[in-house]
């Protein structure tokens, strides 16, 4: 038996997210597709989350067994990717231990959502970003990251599927980037956040609330506020899934 870890990419635009679905074409469904095809029996394959119909991830991890495997790891990604669509690709495969596991494992994760301030919708880029149109105050959502840094509860930010057994997290950073872009696309800004775990729609909701700052319908010391009611109802909506990308999930070195 060999228990193999991998790297995956993927556009969610088309599927329905990560978890297999009855009738639904999802990540995990297609990954387990393709290793049926190469082992010759069905492999349960571990994502490190389960990213929602929408979401794209650069760096996914997932963890799978299988004794019907005899090459490589670095052989066993370049097939999968043979039976996978060009939407889904392994970046990487490699031999793990006997008792790793993507989700137990991890350590950390960071994620990145895209938002396009004004400008004419892209053809190309709509499908990969939030647009918005009036004046934004970047400085007041620079401002409110900074309150998210830190140990809190973040109840306030937890989507209504799947609670925790806590709900306190701890956030390593909260950025925001600046992209230049065409004025005739507006303006492409970035919000990044990292922490040693999410909750279920975490960083949506606190992207959506942070543009409630940056329309200037709270200061950004709102934020403390939000944190402090442990309530869903406290903080801002539910930002579109299409912007929101897994950057990376952190683990140890292999001994």
Not at 86 to 108: M, R, S, W
């Amino acid at each position: 038996m060999r228990t193999f870890k991998i790297t995956v990419a993927y556009d969610g635009v088309d599927f329905a997210g990560w978890q297999i679905q009855p009738r639904r074409t999802t990540i995990q469904g297609m990954l387990e597709r393709a290793l049926v095809k190469l082992t010759g029996q069905r492999v349960a394959v571990t994502g490190s989350g389960r990213t929602d119909s929408g979401v794209h991830a650069l760096a996914q991890v997932a963890s799978f067994r299988t004794p019907n495997w005899r090459a490589t790891a670095a052989d066993l990604a370049n097939a999968m990717n043979v039976h996978l669509p060009p939407t889904i690709v392994v970046l990487e495969c490699v031999d793990a231990p006997d008792d790793f596991h993507a989700i137990a494992d991890a350590v950390g994760k960071r994620y990145r959502y895209q938002l396009q301030i004004g400008g004419t919708r892209s053809v190309f880029d709509y499908r990969y970003c939030w647009q918005i149109h009036g004046d934004i105050h970047l400085d007041a959502i620079a401002a409110a990251c900074e309150s998210f840094v830190g140990q809190h509860d973040f109840s306030s930010f937890q989507g209504s599927r799947s609670p925790r057994k806590t709900t306190v997290r701890t956030v390593r950073a909260c950025d925001l980037l600046r992209e230049s872009t065409s004025l005739h696309h507006g303006e492409r800004i970035v919000i990044e956040i990292e922490a040693d775990g999410f909750l279920y729609n975490m960083v949506r909701n606190i992207v959506g609330t942070l543009i409630e700052v940056g329309k200037g319908k709270h200061d950004p010391s709102w934020i403390a506020d939000v944190l402090a009611a442990r309530d869903r109802d406290a903080a801002g909506p539910t930002a579109p899934p299409q912007g929101l990308f897994l950057q990376r999930v952190d683990y140890r070195p292999f001994a």
